[in-house]
């Protein structure tokens, strides 16, 4: 078996979440490279992924996070370095991606080898780590959550996210089902392309209106990564015997920490009668990944869903690549919803001049504009302004 050479460097990049609160919070600094254990492989990180959740982490909302100081990041691509004694399905060089669970924006990630999972020759790093997080949340929500069926419909929010593309592909691999998608209009041709078959602008009506004006009985299943008032739509929108997956809180994001935002969302989300799921016949399920990284499925969600990429069923889309440097601006063009597909980290990119990367928030800020977006910014703070249709809906 091929056996890796000692690791002369004791340092490598990464970055840190130095405390809770702007995107000054994270920085570029220098890490020790964790000693390799019997089970474990040691990845040198071409690639990372960004999500959502760790836009919540800066803002101190995630439940599962450490205290600061300690490096974000829950998914990985690159090239196994090392192997420890125990580990007999990976070698030495072998392309990977890795569901690290922590700590995946580094040049070096130390993980599980039972987390680790060659890719494909023809599958880019970039691509690759695009996988991991999304499609697992994607697959275990319509398949172990949901349970979805052929003849089916779903509800999908955010349809042109990281989630929301890998879910439009993944349940457009089962016959007849028919999926509403939720994104401003410029996006939507591209979410039509990936398989959405009615796209709906959420920012000029009311979803559930229109949702219902083409399916007067409601959908089977709504995945629901907003909760907030969204929580209750989605719920008024199922079917006897549906399903709605909770699996996030984007309501409750904003740069300004409004704690009557927050308590506002809250209130709007928790306050529902459970009683009503008897009378209704409909099912609530929650889904949070961070809390089954040791489950034995999804190792096995893993290994099917590189089955599915060499299929053609998963597709994976990357929507733009930054340096570690510019981690800031990233998360501002996650935060503004102006991604479609996934957002990609690299170790050894190098980042834009200062005066291009002011360019580019300026631009981000024009389009977020001319795009009627619900935040408006004003440097790095991005306070929230309700549009006509949040004012109709109260």
């Not at 000692?6 to 405390?19: P, R, S």
């Not at 599958?123 to 089916?152: D, K």
């Not at 041709?189 to 409601?218: F, M, Q």
Request: proline share 5%.
């Amino acid at each position: 078996r091929a056996r890796a050479k000692k690791m002369t460097a004791e340092t490598c990049k990464a970055i840190f979440l130095t405390g809770h609160g702007g995107y000054d919070k994270l920085q570029v600094q220098e890490a020790s490279i964790p000693a390799l254990k019997g089970d474990e492989v040691r990845i040198k990180v071409e690639a990372c992924g960004l999500n959502f959740a760790e836009l919540m982490q800066r803002q101190g909302l995630y439940r599962r996070s450490p205290t600061p100081p300690y490096i974000p990041g829950f998914e990985c691509a690159g090239i196994v370095e090392e192997i420890g004694e125990h580990v007999t399905e990976l070698k030495v060089d072998q392309r990977v991606m890795c569901v690290s669970g922590r700590g995946a924006w580094s040049e070096k990630v130390v993980a599980p080898a039972e987390r680790v999972i060659p890719i494909p020759e023809k599958l880019s790093f970039e691509e690759a780590a695009a996988i991991p997080v999304n499609y697992l949340t994607a697959y275990l929500m319509l398949f172990r959550c949901a349970h979805l069926r052929e003849g089916q419909s779903v509800l999908i929010h955010m349809a042109a996210g990281g989630v929301g593309v890998a879910a439009t592909q993944l349940a457009k691999s089962v016959p007849n089902v028919t999926l509403f998608g939720t994104a401003s209009a410029p996006k939507h041709a591209v979410i039509k392309e990936n398989g959405i078959d009615y796209p709906i602008d959420y920012r000029t009506t009311d979803y559930e209106v229109e949702v219902k004006k083409i399916s007067p009985d409601g959908v089977d299943i709504v995945l629901d990564p907003l909760a907030g008032k969204d929580f209750k739509k989605g719920f008024n929108l199922l079917r006897p015997f549906g399903v709605t997956v909770l699996f996030g809180g984007a309501n409750f994001l904003q740069e300004n920490k409004s704690y009557f935002n927050l308590a506002k969302q809250w209130f709007q989300t928790s306050s529902f009668d459970p009683f009503q799921l008897i009378g209704k016949n409909r099912t609530v399920s929650g889904f949070d990944l961070g809390g089954l990284f040791k489950n034995p499925d999804v190792l096995v969600a893993m290994k099917e869903l590189v089955r599915l990429y060499e299929e053609g069923v998963v597709k994976p889309k990357v929507d733009s690549v930054f340096a570690f440097e510019e981690i800031g601006e990233a998360q501002k063009r996650m935060h503004s919803r102006l991604n479609v597909g996934k957002i990609i980290l690299v170790p050894r990119k190098a980042a834009k001049p200062e005066k291009e990367t002011e360019e580019k928030s300026e631009a981000v800020s024009t389009e977020k504009n001319e795009r009627n977006c619900h935040y408006d910014c004003v440097d790095t703070l991005c306070l929230w302004t309700p549009t006509s249709t949040d004012r109709k809906s109260g």
